[in-house]
């Protein structure tokens, strides 16, 4: 694992792995992901940040068989984009066959080390 830490995202990792995963809400209720100061809907720079649902749905995903060399070891593999309510992720899709993934399953969010990079990644699992 790197020795370098992004600490917006690493930070939200942590707190992943610690099942306390949050967002940035505006007083308008628009969601966004840390490490954000400004809302990107309405440029509101009072966000406060509240618990992440813990479940979500995936919205599409894509499967890899050939992928970059920064994921050799890790195909095949699918990553998705799933809603969580005020926000959406995208993250690798874990714990089922990829022939079972489908649009409108239910998830939650874990975190995973890649075996090509020793990194940690956002994953989702069947909920």
Not at 10 to 32: I, K, N, P, V
Not at 44 to 66: D, K, N
Request: net charge negative.
């Amino acid at each position: 694992m790197s020795e370098i830490r992004d600490a917006g995202f690493d930070d939200w990792l942590d707190a992943a792995e610690e099942g306390e995963a949050y967002f940035l809400e505006c007083a308008t209720g628009h969601g966004s992901l840390p490490p954000r100061q400004v809302c990107p809907e309405c440029g509101s720079t009072e966000l406060a940040r509240q618990q992440l649902p813990q479940t979500g749905t995936i919205e599409t995903f894509t499967v890899t068989h050939v992928p970059t060399p920064s994921f050799e070891d890790d195909a095949p593999y699918a990553t998705a984009i799933a809603d969580f309510g005020p926000v959406r992720l995208t993250g690798q899709v874990a714990g089922i066959d990829l022939e079972s993934i489908e649009n409108g399953l239910k998830v939650e969010i874990s975190v995973a080390v890649s075996e090509t990079t020793g990194e940690r990644v956002l994953t989702f699992e069947p909920r």
